[in-house]
């Protein structure tokens, strides 16, 4: 249609869930699926937190709240930063928004402008760039390798900026990679941010989910300086595993802050009363669920790590966070889209491509499901592999 407007379509549909959705409707002909592609933890919400949620209903907190969230959940996060991520943020410098990915569109939103470029490493979260497009900005992809662990160097930075650029978007832990940036990688980062005062957006979505002696930093914590320019984004789908909650936040110095809450009071109003009682009772409540599930996925990483390292004509970087591993296919001589069809239709394994991702010779599998699946899953990937 010609009304359509030609900033929309710019932007692609989502590759993550069109597998995901061509997987649901195989197993709902009865097939069996082993389903390696999942964005979401398996494990149920936390009880407690159901608990307060259903509680909240019941107890008639079904109206608008304030616009950036109630002042409960505001002052918890505000506890929260401090305690986990040495970030002081006032209350009033936090805006809750429906999920994550609504806090990372509000972000850019309130920074980009019409041709404004956005530095974006690839590979990246599969809605970074059309957000991007979709707030008539440019995205400026920065390719990583696996010889680098998948992570941006400040010489590729540098050599990407130009005059128009206004953003750059760090995701630490990262998805589809795993990748989880140090402070000193991000220090020097930050200094080029700070050279062109481009504003940081960090999506710290996966941060509870670090392995082993690996460390989450918040770049906004290494100094007054980066805390200036960075927008902190965070949410509690991950590490509370709270996905249809629909619960993010943003963390922001007080313009950014206040321009973030004026595109909220125009959109979505607030975002839903009653399920902010039960992200107040995941932040304030018993923590042991984050670290069972912590350690549970650690399992099946390692797991994972050591199959995918017997499976001939593929690489795989170990992953230091998130639930996903980024696999090296391009020796099989497919193009990932293609690759991910005859996987799912004639091996019955649901994988991601690396296209959606910004990397069309690896595909993304995750480990957000049972040892059985995975261990299954792996071997039908390996008959693939060998036949190809």
Same mark, same amino acid.
Request: hydrophobic fraction near 40%; aromatic fraction near 8%; proline fraction near 4%.
């Given at each position: 249609?010609?009304?359509?407007?030609?900033?929309?379509?710019?932007?692609?549909?989502?590759?993550?869930?069109?597998?995901?959705?061509?997987?649901?409707?195989?197993? +709902?002909?009865?097939?069996?699926?082993?389903?390696?592609?999942?964005?979401? $933890?398996?494990?149920?919400?936390?009880?407690?937190?159901?608990? +307060?949620?259903?509680?909240?209903?019941?107890?008639?907190?079904?109206?608008?709240?304030?616009?950036? *969230?109630? $002042?409960?959940? &505001?002052? =918890?996060?505000?506890?929260?930063?401090?305690?986990?991520?040495?970030?002081?943020?006032? @209350?009033?410098?936090?805006?809750?928004?429906?999920?994550?990915?609504?806090?990372?569109?509000?972000?850019?939103?309130?920074?980009?402008?019409?041709?404004? !470029?956005?530095?974006?490493?690839?590979?990246?979260?599969?809605?970074?760039?059309?957000?991007?497009?979709?707030?008539?900005?440019?995205?400026?992809?920065?390719?990583?390798?696996?010889?680098?662990?998948? #992570?941006?160097?400040?010489?590729?930075?540098?050599?990407?900026?130009?005059?128009?650029?206004?953003?750059?978007?760090?995701?630490?832990?990262?998805?589809?990679?795993?990748?989880?940036?140090? =402070?000193?990688?991000?220090? =020097?980062?930050?200094?080029?941010?700070?050279?062109?005062?481009?504003?940081?957006?960090?999506?710290?979505?996966? %941060?509870?989910?670090?392995?082993?002696?690996?460390?989450?930093?918040?770049? @906004?914590?290494?100094?007054?300086?980066?805390?200036?320019?960075?927008?902190?984004?965070?949410?509690?789908? #991950?590490?509370?595993?709270?996905? *249809?909650?629909? /619960?993010?936040?943003?963390? +922001?110095?007080? $313009?950014?802050?206040?321009?973030? !809450?004026?595109?909220?009071?125009?959109?979505?109003?607030?975002?839903?009363?009653?399920?902010?009682?039960?992200?107040?009772?995941?932040?304030?409540?018993?923590?042991?669920?984050?670290?069972?599930?912590?350690?549970?996925?650690?399992?099946? &990483?390692?797991?994972? /790590?050591?199959?995918?390292?017997?499976?001939?004509?593929?690489?795989?970087?170990?992953?230091?966070?998130?639930?996903?591993?980024?696999?090296?296919?391009? #020796?099989?001589? /497919?193009?990932?889209?293609?690759?991910?069809?005859?996987?799912?239709?004639?091996?019955?394994?649901?994988?991601?491509?690396?296209?959606?991702?910004?990397?069309?010779?690896?595909?993304?599998?995750?480990?957000?499901?049972?040892?059985?699946?995975?261990? !299954?899953? /792996?071997?039908?990937? %390996? @008959?693939?592999?060998?036949?190809?």
């Amino acid at each position: 249609m010609e009304s359509i407007s030609s900033r929309i379509n710019k932007v692609s549909p989502s590759l993550t869930l069109a597998i995901t959705n061509q997987a649901k409707a195989m197993k +709902a002909r009865g097939e069996e699926v082993y389903g390696l592609a999942g964005g979401e $933890p398996d494990m149920d919400t936390p009880e407690h937190v159901k608990q +307060a949620g259903a509680a909240a209903l019941m107890a008639g907190f079904t109206k608008y709240t304030a616009a950036s *969230g109630i $002042p409960e959940l &505001r002052d =918890a996060l505000s506890a929260k930063l401090k305690a986990d991520n040495n970030l002081s943020y006032d @209350a009033k410098d936090i805006c809750v928004t429906g999920g994550a990915k609504m806090a990372c569109y509000m972000a850019i939103l309130s920074v980009v402008e019409e041709g404004d !470029e956005v530095i974006i490493p690839a590979p990246y979260w599969v809605s970074y760039p059309d957000m991007v497009l979709m707030a008539g900005g440019v995205p400026v992809v920065v390719e990583t390798t696996e010889a680098n662990g998948w #992570k941006m160097t400040p010489e590729q930075f540098e050599e990407a900026m130009t005059p128009r650029t206004k953003m750059v978007i760090i995701n630490s832990p990262g998805n589809p990679t795993g990748t989880v940036y140090t =402070a000193e990688e991000l220090e =020097a980062l930050g200094e080029i941010a700070l050279s062109e005062d481009i504003v940081i957006l960090s999506d710290e979505i996966y %941060e509870k989910l670090v392995y082993g002696e690996t460390k989450h930093t918040s770049i @906004a914590s290494l100094s007054q300086e980066l805390y200036d320019i960075t927008i902190t984004v965070n949410g509690f789908s #991950k590490g509370y595993s709270m996905t *249809g909650w629909r /619960l993010g936040y943003t963390a +922001a110095p007080r $313009p950014l802050a206040e321009a973030i !809450e004026k595109i909220q009071n125009h959109t979505v109003s607030n975002a839903c009363s009653f399920a902010q009682y039960g992200a107040l009772a995941a932040l304030t409540g018993d923590q042991s669920f984050v670290n069972d599930m912590v350690e549970e996925y650690d399992v099946r &990483r390692q797991f994972m /790590l050591g199959r995918l390292r017997q499976i001939p004509n593929i690489r795989v970087v170990e992953p230091q966070g998130a639930f996903y591993f980024f696999v090296y296919t391009g #020796k099989l001589g /497919l193009k990932s889209m293609n690759l991910c069809d005859k996987l799912l239709s004639r091996y019955k394994v649901a994988a991601i491509p690396g296209i959606a991702f910004g990397n069309d010779d690896c595909i993304r599998l995750s480990y957000c499901t049972s040892l059985d699946v995975l261990a !299954e899953g /792996l071997d039908r990937f %390996e @008959a693939f592999c060998r036949e190809h």
